[in-house]
């Protein structure tokens, strides 16, 4: 059972707001190890140096966004098997498809809450404790 | 303030950014430089809005932004092209989206129909092109979905792939990094990590080279490694996992694939050098194996990770929000260090040269740290003027609408960064100016298109550091002043005598009276009985200045120079009689000696100066503060011709000019009270309290028959005892 308090969660969004809105849900449930950036291109320096267990990234960003950095994910050597979680807005549904096919592990709509949080997460890591 | 407010107001600092980047991109599309990026900016930043307003709980906000961000969906997946008329919905789409943000950020009750107009112009739009407006409120879960489920483990990346196939190969790997890999930032853990991702890695630590803790040099490697490889990883994937190392470490790679592949157990002390963060002093008296590997796993995971670390968290942190409380409190003590370093530099002077060679050279360094310190706190205040300038396009837009002119706005130089205090007190000014540009000097498309100008009009708005001042210039190629009228105008009510000879220039500069308007009719735009008069004075109020040009059927330009900040001020220091004042080099238009036929002694007042044919008023600095006055030839003394607001002219005589120079505002208002006549402190390289004078307040406190500050005891004797509580 994976513990909350251990995993290490990179939130990904170009929007300050969403990422600390995203971090202090996060702490609601548990997870304290928040790394942050703020686009693509950031995101996948940080997925490429630390060890991390979890990303969930927004899709419109400059520079990268939450697909090309799904793909350059899925395809580093080393950061490949990190679960992905795609952040979208409602009625996205052509989006996510694509992010599955991608090899995103789940979404997430936003405004999301902690409980839904904690679902999507469950979801793909398993209960957490 | 909770951390969700601040949040909200993060929020909210995104949206003026966003907006931004919406007014900008629709107006470059609208001017038909379009591209893909520019719509795609434009609906990232409406998503944006859209996005963060959800977190946030506005609603109408959202619903809002959604059917915005539809359109401009629509018109990146090329669904829709842009035509002007759908750009210029979207345009005031832009202007009623950032209404329901300013509205939204003030806690106001927004009005259920704002924007309702616009609404359903932007789904006529959806509708006329064919296409359907995605329902916002759609479900919050998308049925039949497959994702991939991931196994989870506390080690994430670390755990080997054990998949257990029979086309698996295995590798005999040798890795020993050579001396200095380390120093070139390269870390064996990740390339270890990197290889183990590739399948299932057992190594073990050949620690044999590890000398001693004493003559452990810590940015060396002395550990290699040894062992096998499992994985469906071709030869090459596995070199490359090497490639930034190569040259750099003794490396070997066979390929050992038996029919069936039996690996040994591994070696349990592998997990020591790669994953062990122990520190370094218990490990000291363990044994001699273990003490010396556990140093070098602590320096592998220690040092060489903390470079790369750094870069990528940075981004993150790329600002932060401080109260400006606490930067003004670092404002005024690096004021104070100035002061305290120029007096520092002055008992320095002071000193017999035998002792000083090696402390002023310490106190010059000084020096250059202070003035680095204080740009850079100074900096700190700064805000980049787009935030003004961004008001600007909608304002413009608008007027253009109501006028039936054809306008253009151009603006440049919008990260020029200056004081958020001035900032702040620009927008009127700003708008004031524009406004009149629009309804007095941009003439309407047929009039223009008559004297073979471009229908659509151009004001051009720019903003740059110039000589340590900050200049914005609001020009328009409209029909720029008319000097007649402004003179007739002028004459009528009085401001000029009827038989005065002005220079064109001077004529132009008559707008800037008081009670001055040249449009026949009072317009609803510009006739809000403002005149330029009080733009005049906001610009004066912040310490800058203001100047025009005009060429009749050209268009004009007005030039605002403004200090960089207004915590330090340019001026110049000046005695009369013992005392020791600092005027604003702001107000001052020049200095001269005049000759004693000049000045002309009317009645009580101190007398008129005749500069080069004009009458100005002088004001003997020491007769009106009642100061002891010093033992000297009236021809020795100085005339500051300064600007005393509103265009008059006035000098003030004083005994000495003492040079210009850079002085700390101190507000004596907060620990004193107000003195009329001066406009605050400063302290001056000598230790010695200077007041700055107020030189508009100083000329009407001149023309009043007894003049409030009257006392026995000097400058502030009369006021210090009324006010002091």
């Known amino acids: ?129 | 303030m909770t951390s969700l407010d601040e949040l909200r107001l993060t929020f909210f600092d995104e949206c003026s950014e966003a907006m931004q980047q919406i007014e900008v991109g629709l107006t470059e599309l609208r001017e038909g430089n379009g591209s893909d990026d520019i719509i795609n900016a434009v609906f990232r930043s409406v998503h944006s809005v859209k996005g963060g307003a959800g977190i946030f709980g506005f609603e109408q906000l959202v619903r809002f932004a959604h059917a915005f961000e539809t359109v401009l969906d629509a018109m990146r997946a090329g669904k829709l092209s842009p035509t002007q008329e759908i750009l210029d919905v979207l345009l005031t789409a832009g202007d009623i989206l950032s209404d329901l943000v300013t509205m939204s950020r003030a806690g106001d009750e927004i009005p259920a129909d704002l924007g309702s107009e616009c609404l359903a112009a932007l789904e006529q739009i959806m509708s006329d092109g064919g296409l359907a407006t995605e329902d916002g409120s759609a479900p919050a879960e998308f049925e039949g979905l497959d994702f991939m489920p991931v196994a989870f483990d506390q080690t994430g990346i670390d755990e080997p792939n054990t998949t257990d196939d029979p086309g698996l190969h295995v590798y005999e790997i040798v890795f020993r990094p050579a001396a200095g890999m380390l120093k070139k930032a390269n870390e064996p853990l990740f390339l270890l990590r990197e290889l183990r991702s590739l399948g299932t890695l057992e190594l073990v630590a050949e620690t044999g080279g590890l000398p001693s803790l004493e003559e452990l040099d810590p940015t060396e490697p002395y550990i290699g490694w040894r062992g096998t490889l499992r994985t469906a990883a071709t030869r090459d994937q596995v070199e490359e996992v090497f490639s930034f190392v190569d040259g750099d470490c003794e490396l070997s790679i066979k390929d050992v694939t038996p029919p069936m592949a039996t690996v040994s157990e591994s070696p349990s002390d592998f997990a020591a050098p790669a994953e062990a963060s122990a520190p370094l002093a218990p490990t000291a008296a363990a044994t001699p194996a273990a003490a010396s590997a556990a140093p070098a796993a602590a320096k592998s995971a220690d040092t060489p990770t903390a470079a790369p670390k750094a870069s990528p968290t940075k981004p993150a942190a790329t600002t932060t929000r401080v109260e400006l409380e606490k930067i003004d409190r670092v404002v005024n003590m690096v004021g104070e260090l100035v002061i305290a370093q120029a007096m520092l530099g002055q008992i320095v002077q002071n000193l017999p040269e035998d002792i000083t060679g090696r402390l002023a050279q310490m106190l010059d360094e000084v020096t250059h740290h202070t003035r680095e310190l204080k740009d850079s706190v100074m900096s700190m205040r700064a805000q980049p003027i787009s935030s003004v300038f961004q008001r600007m396009p909608r304002l413009v837009r608008e007027l253009a609408t109501k006028t039936g002119k054809k306008v253009r706005l151009e603006m440049l130089g919008e990260n020029t960064e200056i004081d958020r205090s001035i900032i702040e007190r620009l927008g009127d000014p700003l708008t004031h100016i524009i406004r009149n540009s629009i309804d007095h000097g941009i003439e309407v498309p047929g009039d223009r298109a008559s004297v073979g100008k471009n229908e659509e009009g151009t004001i051009r708005l720019a903003a740059e550091h110039r000589g340590g001042r900050i200049v914005i210039e609001v020009s328009d190629d409209g029909g720029g002043l008319n000097p007649e009228r402004v003179l007739n105008k002028a004459r009528e009510k009085g401001l000029v005598g009827q038989d005065a000879t002005l220079s064109e220039d001077e004529i132009n500069n008559l707008v800037f009276l008081p009670g001055f308007s040249t449009a026949a009719t009072v317009s609803d735009i510009s006739g809000r009985g403002v005149g330029m008069d009080v733009v005049r004075r906001n610009i004066q109020d912040v310490g800058g200045r203001i100047s025009l040009k005009s060429e009749r059927g050209r268009g004009m330009t007005i030039q605002l120079a403004l200090p960089l900040t207004l915590a330090v001020m340019d001026g110049m220091v000046i005695k009369v009689g013992y005392e020791t004042y600092v005027v604003p080099m702001s107000v001052i238009v020049e200095c001269l000696r005049p000759k004693r036929s000049d000045i002309h002694n009317l009645v009580s007042t101190s007398g008129m100066l005749n500069l080069r044919g004009n009458l100005v008023p002088i004001v003997d600095l020491a007769e009106l503060l009642d100061l002891r006055k010093r033992e000297m030839d009236s021809d020795e003394r100085v005339v500051i011709i300064t600007d005393a607001g509103e265009g008059t002219r006035v000098g003030i005589v004083v005994d000495e000019l003492c040079g210009h120079q850079q002085v700390v505002i101190k507000s004596i208002e907060e620990s004193y009270g107000s003195v009329p006549g001066v406009a605050g402190a400063t302290i001056l390289g000598n230790g010695r309290v200077a007041f700055i004078l107020d030189v508009e307040k100083v000329s009407e406190l001149a023309s009043t028959p007894a003049p409030p500050v009257r006392g026995n005891g000097g400058a502030y004797a009369q006021p210090m005892s009324a006010t002091i509580n």
């Open chain 1, 1 to 129: 059972m994976p513990n909350a308090a251990g995993m290490k969660v990179l939130v990904v969004d170009d929007q300050n707001s969403v990422r600390q809105m995203t971090r202090i849900t996060l702490e609601q449930i548990g997870i304290r190890h928040v790394h942050e950036a703020e686009n693509g291109k950031l995101a996948m320096d940080t997925a490429t140096l630390q060890p991390l267990d979890l990303i969930i990234s927004d899709y419109n960003m400059p520079e990268m966004d939450g697909l090309g950095l799904l793909r350059a994910i899925r395809g580093h050597p080393v950061a490949r098997k990190i679960p992905f979680i795609l952040l979208t807005g409602r009625g996205d549904r052509e989006l996510v498809v694509k992010a599955a096919q991608a090899g995103a592990n789940n979404y997430l709509i936003k405004p999301f809450t902690a409980d839904i949080l904690r679902q999507k997460i469950e979801q793909v890591v398993g209960k957490l404790s």
